[in-house]
């Protein structure tokens, strides 16, 4: 499994989170919305450490992780994270 994040989205964490070197960004599984996988679940995503990484992509020295605890969410599959251009937002999608 990996976290596969495209150019677009690194600019959009840049801007619209303030990214800098060093920061990590956590992508968790939320209670909420739904998912291609469970419903009732939803992709969360925030600023912060972590305690215990079971995947990780470091680009550009940010850090995108999924803890180990939320790796059962994505149901062995990549996670990617683009931009939409006409929404100017995020979009994930997943595939094995």
Do not use: C
């Given at each position: 499994?990996?976290?596969?994040?495209?150019?677009?989205?690194?600019?959009?964490?840049?801007?619209?989170?303030?990214?800098?070197?060093?920061?990590?960004?956590?992508?968790?599984?939320?209670?909420?919305?739904?998912?291609?996988?469970?419903?009732?679940?939803?992709?969360?995503?925030?600023?912060?450490?972590?305690?215990?990484?079971?995947?990780?992509?470091?680009?550009?020295?940010?850090?995108?992780?999924i803890?180990?605890?939320d790796?059962w969410?994505?149901?062995?599959?990549?996670?990617?994270?683009?931009?939409?251009?006409?929404?100017?937002?995020?979009?994930?999608?997943?595939?094995?």
């Open positions: 499994m990996k976290i596969v994040i495209s150019e677009e989205a690194l600019s959009w964490f840049k801007e619209e989170m303030e990214a800098t070197a060093g920061d990590y960004i956590r992508f968790y599984a939320r209670y909420g919305g739904s998912s291609p996988f469970h419903e009732a679940f939803s992709l969360g995503m925030n600023r912060e450490q972590p305690h215990d990484i079971g995947i990780e992509t470091v680009i550009d020295d940010i850090h995108f992780y803890e180990k605890d790796v969410f994505f149901n062995e599959h990549d996670l990617y994270v683009t931009v939409n251009p006409e929404t100017e937002e995020l979009e994930y999608s997943y595939k094995n």
